[in-house]
């Protein structure tokens, strides 16, 4: 028996992996519907950021039939995707590099079979 599979992916977002790894934490593993009340409720940034890709895999889901309450979250993965480099001027004509950190969001959803346990 095949599981319906949904991914969606939001690339070089502006603030760093150890941020969002607090929210990944939150909501990896729930229950779709439950990851979104969760996120709409929270108050930072990444909540917002993560909310993205979430509600577009749901999306992706309601078009082929299932709802989202059937879907549950089967990996939720925060990657590093480089630095964005910016600067300021420093005294005696130097200039000091800032490295401001970039990450990727993955998010896959499963539709949870609701079947007798083995």
């Not at 502006?14 to 779709?32: E, F, S, Y």
């Not at 996120?39 to 909540?47: D, E, N, Y």
């Not at 939720?76 to 910016?86: F, M």
């Amino acid at each position: 028996m095949s599981d319906q599979i949904f991914t969606a992916k939001l690339n070089k977002v502006h603030i760093g992996p150890k941020k969002l790894g607090l929210i990944r934490d939150l909501v990896a593993g729930k229950n779709a519907a439950a990851a979104e009340n969760m996120l709409s409720f929270s108050l930072t940034k990444g909540a917002a950021l993560i909310k993205k890709p979430l509600m577009s895999a749901i999306s992706a889901a309601k078009e082929k039939g299932v709802k989202k309450e059937e879907l549950k979250i089967s990996e939720l993965r925060i990657d590093g995707a480089g630095y964005r480099k910016a600067g300021r001027f420093a005294s005696r004509g130097r200039f000091q590099r800032i490295r401001k950190p970039l990450s990727h969001i993955f998010i896959k959803l499963v539709k949870e079979e609701h079947g007798t346990a083995s």
